[in-house]
């Protein structure tokens, strides 16, 4: 069956970096995008970011352009989220979530999250 | 723009129908999927495309569409509809991707 297990949360200080891990498992990996979606405490949802299937292309909030980096590894099944110069409102409950294929932006699939707490 | 908006609570009596809109200007150019989300739980895709559910997803849901709107419709709801609802698109712009504010749906 498929499954998103994410790893990689914690607590941080604010300025500092933390690396998110998400392991895919139950499907062909290189065929679909992978997206990480967050969730404040409180708060609704906010799509963070996405990578392409070949991991040839990348794309990002507004929020965190410039600061995260989406990368893939299709041989080990796995998308990190790579955040840096973390801030007080990054802190959230990070979700990786696979792409429907063939309907962008549809997210078929969602792990538990892992939660990031950033620390003044 | 970027924004999708939702109202953000609904209530529904046991049984009957209720209709949750999400509005914003890539509606008119892309479709939104749905997810429903229960306190403490991931969200879980309950329309997609024009109107797709995916599996498992009861008939009750269904989604329609109308020039900078989109409709989730939950006909005959139940208890167990009781939860956030979030629409999401692509920005206008195709670069990235939106979700809708959230609405709380409680079934009375």
């Known amino acids: 069956q498929v499954q998103l297990v994410e790893s990689g949360g914690g607590v941080v200080q604010h300025g500092r970096s933390l690396r998110l891990s998400c392991a895919a498992s139950g499907f062909t990996f290189s065929k679909y995008g992978v997206h990480?979606?967050?969730?404040?405490?409180?708060?609704?949802?906010?799509?963070?970011?996405?990578?392409?299937?070949?991991?040839?292309?990348?794309?990002?909030?507004?929020?965190?352009?410039?600061?995260?980096?989406?990368?893939?590894?299709?041989?080990?099944?796995?998308?990190?989220?790579?955040?840096?110069s973390l801030r007080a409102e990054d802190t959230a409950l990070y979700y990786c979530a696979r792409e429907l294929y063939g309907y962008a932006g549809s997210l078929d699939y969602w792990g538990q999250g892992t939660l990031v707490t950033v620390s003044s | 723009?970027?924004?999708?908006?939702?109202?953000?609570?609904?209530?529904?009596?046991?049984?009957?129908?209720?209709?949750?809109?999400?509005?914003?200007?890539?509606?008119?150019?892309?479709?939104?999927?749905?997810?429903?989300?229960?306190?403490?739980?991931?969200?879980?895709?309950?329309?997609?495309?024009?109107?797709?559910?995916?599996?498992?997803?009861?008939?009750?849901?269904?989604?329609?569409?109308?020039?900078?709107?989109?409709?989730?419709?939950?006909?005959?709801?139940?208890?167990g509809d009781e939860a956030d609802y979030y629409c999401e698109s692509r920005d206008y712009s195709a670069n990235f991707y939106v979700f809708g504010s959230g609405t709380k749906v409680t079934v009375l």
């Open chain 1, 36 to 84: 990480w979606v967050r969730q404040g405490p409180g708060r609704g949802l906010e799509w963070v970011a996405l990578v392409s299937s070949d991991g040839n292309s990348e794309y990002y909030a507004d929020s965190v352009k410039g600061r995260f980096t989406i990368t893939r590894d299709n041989f080990k099944s796995t998308v990190d989220l790579q955040m840096n």
């Open chain 2, 1 to 79: 723009s970027s924004e999708l908006t939702q109202d953000p609570a609904v209530s529904v009596a046991l049984g009957q129908t209720v209709r949750i809109t999400c509005q914003g200007d890539s509606l008119r150019r892309f479709y939104a999927s749905w997810y429903q989300q229960k306190p403490g739980q991931a969200p879980v895709l309950v329309i997609y495309g024009q109107n797709n559910r995916p599996s498992g997803i009861p008939d009750r849901f269904s989604a329609s569409n109308s020039g900078n709107t989109a409709s989730l419709t939950i006909t005959g709801a139940q208890s």
